[in-house]
């Protein structure tokens, strides 16, 4: 199973940028798509997650932040809306199969200038 992260960039503080990342291989049920980020110094943290239908955010993003899942794709995206320059980091795209496995995108950056 490979991911395939994508949108990452460079903009200024308000306004918005889009990720998206596609799952592909031997994909037959995925329990949930994620979003996590890692800033300069800090620990990789969860942005947001989609499960189910159901989706879940950091404290952080709520409100400026929405993800996405497309099933027919195997792909989610986060749409990010007034961006903070505290939002800037590496965002990585994550895959939960059955029996726990899980994969990792290769991250994509974002860099937010105030």
């Known amino acids: 199973v490979q991911l395939q992260a994508s949108g990452g960039g460079s903009v200024q503080a308000g306004g918005p940028l889009r990720l998206y990342c596609a799952a592909s291989?031997?994909?037959?049920?995925?329990?949930?798509m994620a979003w996590y980020r890692e800033a300069p110094g800090k620990q990789r943290e969860l942005v947001a997650v989609?499960?189910?239908?159901?989706?879940n955010y950091a404290d952080s993003v709520k409100g400026r932040f929405t993800i996405s899942m497309d099933n027919a794709k195997n792909a989610v995206s986060l749409q990010m809306n007034s961006l903070k320059p505290d939002d800037t980091g590496v965002y990585y795209c994550?895959?939960?199969?059955?029996?726990?496995?899980?994969?990792w995108g290769q991250g994509t950056l974002v860099t937010v200038s105030s």
């Open positions: 994550k895959v939960n199969l059955p029996w726990g496995m899980y994969y």
């Open positions: 291989g031997r994909i037959t049920v995925i329990n949930a």
């Open positions: 989609s499960s189910g239908g159901s989706a």
